[in-house]
């Protein structure tokens, strides 16, 4: 579930900016759970003794870190490959985008209150694009290992994911409002909520109710809140936007769309894949997040780590990441193993065929690194994994039956999935869901089993479902961006063969297509 928005989707991305038209539009919004707020510039002041209301801004106006002009953008998208490939393609900017660090009140996984910070973008500028009342988009970024992580310094070398926003989105006349979840960054939260449904659906409506407290700022008086709301991220972000825009519905709260892209919605069946052999790319780094997570928040992970982890890898899991040492320091240290998270050895000699699994066989290649001899999760712990699935089947993997979670497991992890699994709501206004077929990371029937569990309960509003990976049929809206996204994969192959295209696919090829697709649908609307 990586975050990373690197040089090679560059391309397709530039197709993004060609595809799409400015946001626009006005029409009806949604607010927090625990408060709300719009139009404020200074901060309401606390009853003697009072706690700090969810979605209260620390300190505001908000702290302004930096304003990028046309110039100033063009510069920094130059210094990535990414960018050079929007350059060529003679990309401008159309609006001035002022960037702010919202720091604010909201609660951790067990409702304990807490901090977070994000980024504010506001457009600014002559074009009617750039001022009056604007829509936002409300975004969620994908899994990082880094506590430092801050999306709204967008000029940080090596990470584009910030500065993409501005640029596609914020230069293009949206508001932006992107928060760093509780963990990261200033956060005093000691673990980040991974994964947790109910609890990063909050992170995001209290960022948003922060970021309307703080409209208008003083570099863009006459930028306001159209009251046109869109909800995307992508990876865990992708999961993270569906939570919120199921959280928000809930409440009663209005989205005018939203697109989340490439998330891992079914968590019961994705858990299960994995457990059966499908390890996915980023297996090693997701289940120690996890173990961060669901250990805080639940408490039913295990009695004691080495229940579920190998004794090198099982003191102080539950803490670990996120963390300010680099991943690869910590791989490099023993504290993880980089790519393995089960024994070669097969748990028991009926499951050997799937140790590892070899279907499909496009994918066998990346299931195969999450086996080894040094290997994260023990076996009698997968064994018992794979008793409970056996037992009690999740109705989406690995064959579709009910198309939902397994209705009573006893494995703890995956009453925790079932948890924070997304099968159980329909929308009520559009979404866009966009993934590739041939995703190692976050895998697509993730996509299919919403798309499944929609055909059975049928939304009230139009869901587009989407695979860039898909052939072109006839009167294909999206035949333009389907060939692009081939004609890339071929080139990634072309340069490093199908294992690049395995290492790239979920991190570099697909983001850039879906926010295309995703930009265009906001767009729209």
């Avoid at 960018?83 to 409702?111: H, I, M, S, W």
């Avoid at 909520?193 to 570099?219: G, K």
Wanted: hydrophobic letters at 40%.
């Amino acid at each position: 579930m990586s975050r990373s928005l690197r040089a090679l989707y560059a391309p397709c991305l530039a197709g993004a900016l060609l595809l799409a038209a400015c946001g626009s539009g006005s029409g009806s919004s949604g607010s927090s759970v625990s408060s709300s707020g719009s139009g404020a510039s200074t901060a309401q002041p606390q009853a003697a003794n009072a706690s700090p209301a969810s979605g209260q801004l620390l300190s505001n106006p908000p702290a302004e870190l930096a304003s990028y002009d046309s110039a100033d953008l063009l510069g920094l998208l130059s210094r990535s490959a990414l960018g050079k490939e929007l350059l060529q393609l003679t990309y401008t900017p159309a609006c001035t985008v002022d960037v702010y660090q919202l720091e604010y009140e909201t609660v951790g996984g067990r409702d304990e209150p807490t901090t977070a910070s994000g980024a504010l973008m506001v457009p600014s500028g002559s074009a009617a694009s750039c001022s009056g009342p604007r829509p936002i988009v409300l975004y969620a970024h994908g899994t990082t290992p880094d506590r430092g992580f801050n999306i709204a310094d967008i000029s940080a070398s090596g990470d584009d994911e910030g500065l993409i926003l501005a640029a596609i989105f914020a230069a293009q006349g949206y508001i932006v409002v992107a928060p760093n979840y509780a963990g990261y960054d200033t956060s005093t939260l000691t673990y980040h909520p991974y994964l947790d449904a109910s609890q990063q659906a909050q992170d995001m409506i209290d960022a948003l109710t922060a970021a309307r407290s703080a409209l208008p700022v003083a570099s863009a008086p006459s930028v306001t809140d159209s009251h046109k709301l869109f909800i995307t991220g992508y990876s865990q972000g992708g999961f993270v936007a569906m939570a919120t825009h199921r959280a928000m519905q809930a409440a009663g709260m209005t989205v005018t769309a939203s697109g989340p892209m490439s998330g891992p919605y079914a968590l019961e069946a994705l858990g299960d894949a994995i457990f059966m052999g499908d390890v996915n790319l980023s297996a090693v780094e997701n289940l120690a997040l996890l173990a961060g997570s669901y250990q805080n928040v639940y408490g039913n992970l295990y009695s004691s780590p080495t229940d579920v982890f190998a004794p090198q890898y099982a003191a102080g899991i539950e803490s670990l990441l996120p963390s300010t040492t680099p991943i690869s320091t910590l791989y490099a240290e023993g504290k993880l193993p980089e790519s393995a998270l089960f024994s070669s050895t097969p748990p028991a000699a009926q499951y050997a065929a799937i140790t590892p699994s070899t279907m499909p066989a496009s994918l066998a290649p990346a299931f195969a690194l999450g086996f080894g001899t040094d290997y994260l999760v023990i076996n009698s712990y997968r064994l018992a994994y794979l008793q409970d699935a056996q037992a009690n089947p999740d109705g989406g993997f690995p064959t579709v039956t009910t198309g939902v979670p397994a209705a009573s497991p006893t494995n703890t992890l995956r009453q925790d999935l079932k948890t924070n699994d997304l099968r159980d709501w329909s929308p009520s206004s559009p979404v866009l869901l966009c993934g590739g077929d041939g995703d190692p990371t976050v895998f697509y029937f993730d996509t299919q089993l919403m798309q499944s569990y929609w055909a059975a309960n049928p939304p009230t509003a139009q869901v587009t479902v989407l695979d860039v990976d898909s052939v072109v049929t006839a009167n294909d809206p999206y035949a333009t961006l389907k060939l692009a996204f081939a004609a890339a994969k071929a080139a990634v192959q072309a340069s490093g063969g199908a294992t690049a295209v395995l290492q790239d696919y979920h991190a570099t090829l697909v983001p850039p297509f879906c926010l295309s697709a995703v930009k265009s649908f906001f767009d729209a609307r």
